[in-house]
């Protein structure tokens, strides 16, 4: 039973990423960013005397920036780790090695990707004791920092994704993390963008204003940015479907948006592995 799901790409991926000095000095420099961001963050509050009353909305502050400066991270983080998963074996010249092997399209495609979310996930996790200093002051309940990982790692996946698409239709890994980063950034500013532009026509009250409010729920609904704020305070969420007139919450839309990436992506990455070895012959 277990050979059925045994994934030899994912496990040579796995060994050869975390015994790596690159990954885990990368892995130093995530936490030390985090470190010195909650550490100059309290002595600010404290005024540098490293006593003083720590409210429980400074703790919802550091919370919430915490989570911003976090998803950047990973979001520049994560081209870089899946941009270069099947381009860079082509660069390397083993591509046409690794297709000869018994190993089916979605493996190969399938192994690329978890090694690479696996050690997103890592990074996570050990970023989980500096996030649970906010719960000795309170000010942030257990159920927003599940629902804040989960968002992380629908984002993962899906920029994962993106990237590993990219990765097998382009020839250069540097192409890929380009068209990669590019994507990133209409998910993350031009939906922004678009969504502030329907809601000034929304509020100017005219004929395009009236058919604005759906589609400023649209854009909102699939920016990383706008769901993690209505994850970190619900009355945006609640301001947001006074405004569009959608009852819906915003995350509902963002994971279906976004599933619908992570298949279309690894569909389209299976489906021209193999095409463009033929191609190439």
């Not at 996570?124 to 200093?133: E, K, R």
């Not at 994971?255 to 095409?275: H, Q």
Request: charged share 10%; aromatic share 14%.
């Amino acid at each position: 039973m277990m050979e059925r799901f045994y994934n030899p790409v994912f496990v040579k991926e796995l060994k050869l990423r975390f015994r790596s000095f690159k990954s885990f000095s990368g892995l130093m420099f995530y936490l030390a960013v985090l470190c010195i961001f909650i550490a100059g963050f309290l002595l600010l509050t404290t005024e540098f005397t490293g006593r003083g009353f720590f409210r429980p909305e400074t703790s919802f502050m550091m919370f919430a920036v915490l989570t911003i400066l976090q998803m950047a991270l990973v979001l520049f983080i994560t081209p870089s780790l899946t941009a270069g998963a099947i381009s860079s074996e082509r660069e390397k010249q083993t591509l046409n090695i690794l297709l000869t092997t018994t190993q089916s399209s979605t493996q190969i495609v399938i192994g690329k990707l978890l090694s690479s979310v696996a050690f997103l996930v890592l990074m996570l996790v050990a970023g989980l004791p500096l996030y649970s200093l906010v719960f000795l002051f309170g000010g942030v309940s257990p159920s927003q920092l599940i629902s804040i990982f989960l968002f992380y790692l629908v984002t993962v996946v899906a920029i994962g994704s993106i990237g590993v698409m990219f990765s097998t239709i382009t020839k250069r890994t540097i192409v890929a993390m380009i068209a990669t980063y590019g994507s990133i950034i209409f998910l993350g500013g031009i939906t922004a963008f678009f969504f502030f532009l329907t809601m000034a026509f929304h509020q100017m009250g005219n004929a395009i204003g009236t058919g604005a409010s759906f589609m400023t729920y649209f854009w909102a609904s699939i920016n990383p940015g706008a769901l993690m704020l209505t994850l970190i305070s619900p009355e945006m969420g609640d301001a947001l479907a006074e405004l569009s007139g959608v009852e819906q919450p915003v995350w509902i839309t963002y994971l279906i948006a976004y599933v619908f990436i992570i298949v279309l992506c690894l569909t389209i990455a299976i489906k021209k592995l193999r095409a463009n070895m033929k191609s190439n012959r």
